[in-house]
């Protein structure tokens, strides 16, 4: 625990100076818990996909999350919703069973794809958005601002690239829509889409 504490207080600290209303101290006790993956990821792994009858069991949960570890184990401090990368045949084939056509998740891909020269973060926002969205809850569909910085802030990024990804998407994603604070991805063509 001691071990962590350094890495996990950073994250917190730089959450709360986005996020000024966030518990600190509940954050920080739930993030022991779960470290090296946030907070948000395993709420999303083990309460809402089982809501929606996804991965079928704890094996599946895990080996989506394994897979996780393999892509970013090198490279990340924590692991995140934003880490559930796209362009990984293995992780788009168990979010098959949230999506079973693939549709949503080839529009969410194809946006990704067309925002990366314009978004430097879009591979991170749009996995995060594309996760909110296949396990969305009630009527609380996709991601939420404050939730997406959550899983794409850390230390190491800028919340001007945040933003700037976050627009772009508004701007120039089809199948990006943006609806009471939330963001999510539909089959629907955007109608406030603009024509490049």
Known sequence: KSAVTPCIESYVQLWQK????????EHKG????TYPFSP???TMILTRVPARGGFQNVRGALSFLGNMVR???????????GDASLNDKANTIMLKDLDPSGDLISRARENMEDLKPRAPMSQSL?????????TERGSSRGASREELIFDLLSPSTDINAFEQT?????????YFHHHEGRYY??????????LW
Do not use: C, W
């Open 18 to 25: 986005h996020v000024p209303t966030l518990d600190v101290e």
């Open 71 to 81: 892509l970013t184990h090198s490279g990340h401090d924590i692991i995140t919703p």
């Open 166 to 174: 976050l627009m772009g998407f508004q701007k120039y994603a089809s």
């Open 126 to 134: 749009a996995a995060s958005v594309l996760l909110h969205t296949l």
């Open 30 to 33: 739930r993030f022991f818990d």
């Open 185 to 194: 991805f539909d089959l629907e063509e955007n109608a406030l889409f603009p």
């Open 40 to 42: 948000a990821l395993m």
